[in-house]
């Protein structure tokens, strides 16, 4: 058995007008255990984290393959009071009725006040939170 089986995950939105921002909260309601992470090619915003709208998955409109030099881990200790949070974070453009969200990685054209589905897509956990653009 992993330490990893404790692992869990919410996501919150913290987004304010013109900044997107999506806390990803890596916790424990169990035991203390090392956490290590790594996110250098931003797997996260283009692999994990996909938007719906109702059951259909929405298609980026650019993706970026960012290959860095150095794949760095951290490793962060996990317990009740001390989660680790991944702030994914991007810019939302006024595109008339659309708005267009740009991540570093990846961007998606959206339509303005409507309601989609943020989904966090793992092995351990899926994890959904809805967003209205």
């Known amino acids: 058995m992993s330490n990893y089986d404790y692992l869990k995950l919410k996501l919150k939105n ?16 169990s035991q203390e255990f090392d956490f290590e992470f790594e996110n250098s090619t931003y797997w996260i915003e283009r692999g994990l984290l996909n938007f ?10 650019e993706s970026m393959l960012i290959n860095p030099i150095k794949r760095v881990k951290t490793t962060h200790k996990i317990s009740i009071n001390h ?7 991007g810019e939302i453009i006024d595109k008339g009725d659309k708005v267009l969200l740009k991540i ?9 006040n409507k309601k989609y589905l943020l ?8 994890n959904e939170l809805e967003i209205l653009f």
């Not at 304010?16 to 424990?28: A, P």
């Not at 989660?83 to 974070?89: A, L, M, R, S």
């Open 83 to 89: 989660p680790y949070i991944y702030n994914v974070q």
């Open 14 to 29: 913290v987004s304010e007008k013109n900044l997107f921002s999506i806390h990803i909260i890596h916790y424990t309601d």
């Open 119 to 126: 989904k966090f897509r793992s092995k351990k956990a899926t």
């Open 52 to 61: 719906y709208d109702n059951e259909t998955e929405i298609n980026e409109v």
């Open 104 to 112: 570093k990685a990846i961007s998606y054209l959206l339509e303005k």
